[in-house]
């Protein structure tokens, strides 16, 4: 078995710090487990790792494709996959990191077996969207499908058609493919932190961020993104952070408004985040502020009685 070490957590919690520190001390690198820094050029609205941390630790998974492309779970799982083995023929032990839980999941369980989509249904659901827009196609996904549509932001309309593609191609919901599943017979062995804070003190420290973003230039960011030919509507300008600053730049609304709906969205991606987690039976559950030392020790004693060690 190949041991793993996965942090998980909502945004804003601080888990990427606490994984940047325990692979300084461990002597691993950090795979990014997020579905929004795989964007290029889209550094501030994901708060992705500086220039200088990745120095310090060796990321992988960020800045690999371009704002208009798709990415998908099994993809990532894909791609993960091969840098753990690659990290293994290194005797480094891999340190999943991100929020992101249908790529932790894909990379842990393996995937369901995606059917074939008849071309017609994807046109139909195109066609729908553009006649009715994504909210109608959001309320049919809520009524055929709820608990995908919990896992799903509302605006994303890329997740929703794929949602109801593949129920009404298949008369279940994803998660119910989920469920169905065989074992998929990874031979990963991890030990699965989650990093967690009081509901309230991560909400107020996810408006401070979204502060701290615009600060540090996301405005500029955004258009920067746009005047390189980004559409509003391609997968990566989707994110929250970035679509909801879009009215204000294109002067449809006001820049507090824009700030507001940043901040609301940022913190409903908390909640269904949270509710996410509360399906998993986790190792360890720690707050952010939880010491590294202890920490540190406690993933040296799951190595130790690891099945396998890496050599």
């Known amino acids: 078995m ?20 325990l692979a ?46 798709e990415y998908s779970a099994g993809q990532y799982a894909v791609d993960a996959a091969a840098i753990i083995r ?20 894909s990379l842990l369980e393996g995937l369901f077996e995606a059917p074939a989509i008849p071309a017609t249904i994807r046109e139909d659901l195109r066609a729908l969207e553009d006649s009715k827009g ?14 995908s549509a919990e896992r799903i932001h509302p605006n994303d309309s890329y997740r929703i058609k794929r949602a109801l593609e593949v129920w009404i191609t298949t008369g279940k919901g994803m998660g119910q493919h989920w469920e169905e599943q065989k074992s998929s ?13 009081d509901r309230q003190v991560l909400y107020e420290r996810i408006n401070k961020r979204i502060d701290m973003m615009i600060d540090k230039g996301l405005i500029d960011e955004i258009r920067l993104l746009l005047n ?3 559409k509003e509507d391609d997968p990566g300008m989707t994110s929250v952070g ?12 006001s820049f507090f408004s824009c700030l507001e709906e940043a901040k609301q969205n940022s913190r409903n991606y908390a909640k269904r985040q949270f509710t996410w987690y509360r399906k998993i039976d986790f190792d360890l559950v720690i707050e ?16 130790e009685k690891s099945d396998k060690t890496l050599s």
């Open 185 to 197: 017979g990874r031979d990963y062995k991890p030990f699965r932190i989650l990093v967690t804070e």
């Open 242 to 253: 970035y679509r909801e600053f879009i009215p204000f730049i294109r002067e449809n609304a």
């Open 86 to 105: 690659e990290l293994q023929a290194e005797s480094k032990v891999p340190i999943v990191c991100g929020g992101t839980g249908f790529y932790i999941k």
């Open 228 to 230: 390189r030919g980004y």
């Open 2 to 21: 190949i041991p793993l070490i996965v942090i998980e957590g909502p945004t804003a919690v601080g888990k990427s710090r606490i994984a940047l520190q």
């Open 288 to 303: 952010s502020n939880h010491d590294i030392s202890d920490l540190n020790a406690r993933i040296k004693n799951f190595l």
């Open 134 to 147: 994504t909210e109608y196609l959001n309320n049919m996904l809520k009524k055929i499908d709820p608990l």
């Open 24 to 69: 300084e001390k461990l002597g691993n690198e950090i795979i990014s487990a997020d579905s929004r820094q795989i964007y290029r050029y889209m550094d501030i609205g994901t708060a992705k790792p500086t220039v200088e941390e990745r120095k310090r630790v060796e990321h992988h998974l960020v800045d690999i494709i371009e704002p208009y492309q």
